[in-house]
């Protein structure tokens, strides 16, 4: 019932772009902060950027001028513009949405960036 779901993943050259989505369901989506992370194979899984209820965005530093983080409340979908993607891009990409105390992961979409 409760549950957040990606898509948007893909096969780009670099260079190129994607849209990534995240869909929330059980949720009041409009009140909880929501990031994205990714990790690639045989690595940590790191934080990307972060989007408050108000609209606040922080990204880490790796990616600043060429993600977006987005939210649609009316949707329950948070979105990650992703820009001149480079090959150190590639990743499994997922959505993590504040619970109370704990965090709603999604199942992660594949992002993968050809030199």
């Known amino acids: 019932q409760v549950q957040v779901v990606e898509s948007g993943g893909g096969l780009v050259q670099a260079g190129g772009s994607l849209r990534l989505f995240c869909a929330a369901s059980g949720i009041i989506f409009r009140m909880r902060t929501a990031s994205w992370y990714r990790q690639a194979p045989g690595k940590q899984r790191d934080f990307v950027a972060t989007?408050?209820?108000?609209?606040?965005?922080s990204y880490t530093d790796s990616v600043k001028g060429r993600f977006t983080i987005s939210r649609d409340n009316a949707n329950n979908t948070m979105y990650l513009q992703i820009n001149s993607l480079k090959p150190e891009d590639t990743a499994v990409y997922y959505c993590?949405?504040?619970?109370?105390?704990?965090?709603?992961w999604g199942q992660g979409t594949q992002v993968t960036v050809s030199s």
């Open positions: 989007i408050t209820p108000g609209g606040t965005t």
């Open positions: 993590a949405v504040n619970y109370g105390t704990t965090t709603l």
